[in-house]
């Protein structure tokens, strides 16, 4: 009993010194944390995600974030089977992140925007470009102070 009673003083101490080390937060400091965490992209998590996405036979060449328009444009190649039409790969990729909640809750408008044809050493290679627009972040509320 004694070494419970011991064990609940010295919790309660802790609690004490933490509270006294502890800074007191505003409900503004709060909210102005929330509102900067909700804007936040995690981009690692999204890289991974389109990884995970990319079919083994693609492999993506280039990623640009354009600040100005909030879109990300994904560029790749792969390869064009005889059995496939012409961008049926690059189609079924945009389709695949569409259907993936995690990354279409992020990205909501996904689309194909140009690519071209080559053949290397008698392969048909398809080169493209898809833009992924960001979701626009939740409009912030100010109060007004009078």
Not at 2 to 28: P, W
Not at 85 to 93: F, G
Request: aromatic fraction near 8%.
């Amino acid at each position: 009993m004694e070494q419970k009673r011991k064990e609940i003083s010295d919790v309660k101490k802790q609690i004490f010194d933490l509270q006294a080390k502890g800074k007191n937060l505003s409900k503004q400091d709060i909210m102005s944390f929330a509102d900067l965490e909700s804007g936040r992209t995690l981009w690692a998590k999204n890289f991974e995600l389109l990884g995970k996405m990319t079919p083994d036979d693609m492999a993506l060449t280039g990623l640009k974030f354009n600040k100005r328009n909030k879109k990300l444009y994904i560029e790749g190649i792969s390869v064009v089977y005889k059995d496939e039409e012409e961008y049926e790969v690059v189609h079924n990729y945009i389709n695949r992140m569409k259907r993936n909640s995690l990354f279409s809750k992020k990205f909501p408008k996904i689309k194909f925007r140009q690519g071209s044809l080559k053949k290397v050493r008698g392969q048909e290679i398809v080169h493209f470009e898809v833009e992924a627009a960001l979701k626009p972040s939740p409009k912030k509320k100010r109060n007004k102070k009078s």
